[in-house]
T-cell receptor
Framework: GAVVSQHPSRVICKSGTSVKIECRSL??????MFWYRQFPKQSLMLMAT?????????EQGVEKDKFLINHASLTLSTLTVTSAHPEDSSFYIC?????????????FGNGTRLTVT | ELKVEQNPLFLSMQEGKNYTIYCNYS?????LYWYRQDPGKSLESLFV?????AVKQEGRLMASLDTKARLSTLHITAAVHDLSATYFC???????????????FGQGTELSVKP
């Protein structure tokens, strides 16, 4: 089945530093990937849509300069949390859909738990 | 803008009992998804419902979709402890082809099945 690999699974960083999270589709190509954020006991909130070869589309209220997204190939998207602060601590999950199977579900990575101290 | 609402948000069940989780959505969604999430884990796809009247079953779980009522249900039959998890429904807004089919999630239903 379709596999989405997300790395790292867990990261602890100091306030003010930047953290990069990678999301790879292992056995399919994804024109579009999605980045979600989830706080404890809450739902998934869509942050942005990552588009291969073009700019990401950010949801309202998400700072594009703080959450940098790059989608350089059909199998890789990265999210960089710049100048992280404790309030950025959260569970970040990427997802992707096989570009050749539009009716298929979104496949999710295993998530990255970010803790900013 | 598509909004998705689930109820109940918390559900404590006894093993062997049946129950239903409801998912309402606000505007037209061209399909409805159900996912399961275990604590600290990512999401596992359960069902994709593509059209009005669609019904899908897997084991003790059955999902259905009524697009006229903008309602999907996830029915649990004879619950077992292994079904304890958080269940999310998600809709895909229509006419967002240029956004690759993003999903909007409901709040989630935390299910606890007790012996």
């Amino acid at each position: 089945g379709a596999v989405v690999s997300q790395h790292p699974s867990r990261v602890i960083c100091k306030s003010g530093t930047s953290v990069k999270i990678e999301c790879r589709s292992l056995d399919f190509q994804a024109t579009t990937m999605f980045w979600y954020r989830q706080f404890p006991k809450q739902s998934l909130m869509l942050m942005a849509t990552s588009n291969e070869g073009s700019k990401a589309t950010y949801e309202q209220g998400v700072e594009k300069d703080k959450f940098l997204i790059n989608h350089a190939s059909l199998t890789l998207s990265t999210l960089t949390v710049t100048s992280a602060h404790p309030e950025d601590s959260s569970f970040y999950i990427c997802s992707a859909r096989d570009r050749d199977r539009y009716n298929s579900p979104l496949h999710f990575g295993n998530g990255t738990r970010l803790t900013v101290t | 803008e598509l909004k998705v609402e689930q109820n109940p948000l918390f559900l404590s069940m006894q093993e062997g009992k049946n129950y239903t989780i409801y998912c309402n959505y606000s505007t037209t969604s061209d399909r409805l998804y159900w996912y399961r999430q275990d604590p600290g884990k990512s999401l596992e796809s359960l069902f994709v419902l593509l059209s009005n009247g669609a019904v899908k079953q897997e084991g003790r779980l059955m999902a259905s979709l009524d697009t006229k009522a903008r309602l999907s249900t996830l029915h649990i039959t004879a619950a077992v402890h292994d079904l304890s998890a958080t269940y999310f429904c998600a809709g895909r807004p229509l006419f967002h082809y240029n956004q690759g089919g993003k999903l909007i999630f409901g709040q989630g239903t935390e299910l606890s099945v007790k012996p």
